[in-house]
C-alpha cells in the first residue's frame, strides 16, 4: 500500500536537543538507509526519498540518532547509484532537490540527523568531464582530470599495468578515439562505468570542495566517504606483480589504495566542515589492512569517524571478540577519535546469515544455515555491539532479522559485481532486498507496485508491523535496547572495557556499574548475577547469586 505523509514534526524542543548535544557523533547510533529499498512513496517498485520520510517517524521511535542514505545523485544507476553522473542533483527515480530538503527538514524536527553518501575516487561514465574528455581526444586537459595512458604492447593493445578491478577484469578499458581508432586506456578500480579521478588535478579537489558546500548549505549534518581509502594512486601506477589482487585487499597497503596523500585532502575537507555548526561531521569508508591504519583517517584534524570493517568480518567467537575489541579500542585512543561497531551494511551479507553458518565463509555468502541458529546469534551479537564504547551502525531491517535473501534468481539479479565472474561474488543484491513493514499487500507494505528485487513468501511476518508490540520480537529487542542505552551513563560514551573473568567461549566485561556477559558456546554456562537485569537477548535463569545463560546469548546488567 502507499504510504501518507508523515504525522506533524515533534515540537521545537526536539532539535534543541539534538543541536544542544555537545560531541553526539561519539557515541551515536547510526541507522543506514538503503533508499532503493527502504520505502516507496509512487508504486513504482523503487524506493525513494518521499517513502524514506513518511517512515523517519518509524525511526525517531526506534530510538537512532542519525540517518545515512546511501546514494541518490543522478546516476545512470550501473552500480546502484555509485556511479554519479551529477553530484548536485537527486535521480528521478528518487524524486528531486525539494524532497531532499523536505527529508533534511523533517529530519531534523523530529531530532534525527542526516548523513548522505559522497563518492569521491570515481565518476559515472556520463559525467559531464568524462564525456567531454572521451569527445577531445588524446592530449586534451579534461583528460588529466581521470587516469588516461596509452596501453602497452606494439599497438597498445595491453592495458597500461596489472591492475585488477574490484568487480573483476582488468581495472583499465580501452576507449574507441573520436576518429574511430583504438586508443588510449582509462582506469576504473570498479566497474567499466565508474571511472577514477585523477586526484592530482587542482580541478578535482576544487569540484569537491564546493559540492561539500553544496550539500552542507541544504543542511546535511555528514558525510559517509566512499572508498575514502582511494582517490590518491601511487606515483607512476606501478605494476602489482601479482594475480588474483582482491585477494590481497585487506592485508597490504596497495598502490591504488590506503595511499598516504589522502590524508592531505581530508584535512582540507575539515577545515570546510568546521566553518559551520551543528557539529557536522565525516565517516570513512576505508579498507585498510590493520585498525591501526584505519586510526590515521580519524586523527583530530582530518575525519570523525571510520568504519571498523575487521570487527564486522570477526566470527562469533569469543577470544576473537575479545581481541578486535582491544585492538580497535588501543589504535582509537591515541588520536581521540571514537571506535566504530558495525555488523552489516549494503555490500555484505546479513549478519543473521552470516551467523547461521560455520565460520570462514567470509562476507558475501549464499548459503541459508540454520536461520533459528543466526538470529539468536545475531540478536546476541546486536547487544554486545551495542554494549560497547563507541557509535554503532545499524543496517535497515536488521531490526527485523531479516536473514539474506539467498536463492534469488540469477534473472533477476542486478549487482554488477556478479555479472563479472572474476570479481566479487556478486551477491549483495540478497541483503537489499526491499524490507517489509506490513503482514499482507503487494510488497509488505513497501509500496503499490511489487518491488525491484522479489521478496521471499514469508517476509510479512518478520514486518514492522508484525514484530510491533510483541514481547521478544527482534524489533522490540532492538527498541528496548537502544532506549536503555540512551539512558545508561555508562553505555556508548568512553573509550576503555573492563574485562572480567569468565568461563571459556564468555565475554564479560564492565563499564562502571555495567556489565555485559555474551555467550558464544554453544551450551548454557553460569556465570555471577551481576546486578539487575536490564536486558537479555534469550530467556535467562537466576538463584542464588548466579546467572544460567543459555546458549548464544548477551545480558545486560547494572549493579545496585
Known sequence: MSQQPSAAPAPTSAVATVSERHDWWRDAVIYQVYPRSFADSNGDGMGDLEGVRTRLPYLRDLGVDAVWLSPFYASPQADAGYDVADYRAVDPMFGTLLDADALIRDAHALGLRIIVDLVPNHSSDQYEWFRRALAEGP???????YHFRPGKGKNGELPPNDWESIFGGPAWTRVTEPDGTPGEWYLHLFAPEQPDFNWEHPAVGDEFRSILRFWLDMGVDGFRIDVAHGMVKAEGLPDLGSHEQLKLLGNDVMPFFDQDGVHAIYRQWRRILDEYSGERIFVAEAWTPTVERTAHYVRPDELHQAFNFQYLGTHWDAEELRTVIDRTLDAMRPV??????VLSNHDVTRHATRFANPAGLGTQIRLAGDRALGLRRARAATLLMLALPGSAYVYQGEELGLPDVVDLPDEVRQDPAYFRGAGQDGFR?????????TREGSSYGFGDGG????????????????????????????????????????LGAGDAVGWLRAPEGVVAFRRGDFVCVANTTGESVAVPAHGRVLLSSGEITEAAGEAKVPADTTVWWIRA
Open 429 to 437: 543484491d540478497g541483503c537489499r532486498v526491499p524490507i517489509p513493514w
Open 139 to 145: 592530449g586534451s586537459p579534461s583528460r588529466d582530470r
Open 336 to 341: 581521540g577519535a571514537p571506535a566504530t561497531w
Open 451 to 490: 518491488s525491484w528485487l522479489p521478496q521471499p513468501a514469508g517476509w510479512g511476518e518478520l514486518s514492522v508491523e508484525a514484530q510491533t508490540g510483541e514481547p521478544g520480537s527482534t524489533l522490540e529487542l532492538y527498541r528496548e535496547a537502544l532506549a536503555v542505552r540512551r539512558a545508561t551513563a555508562d
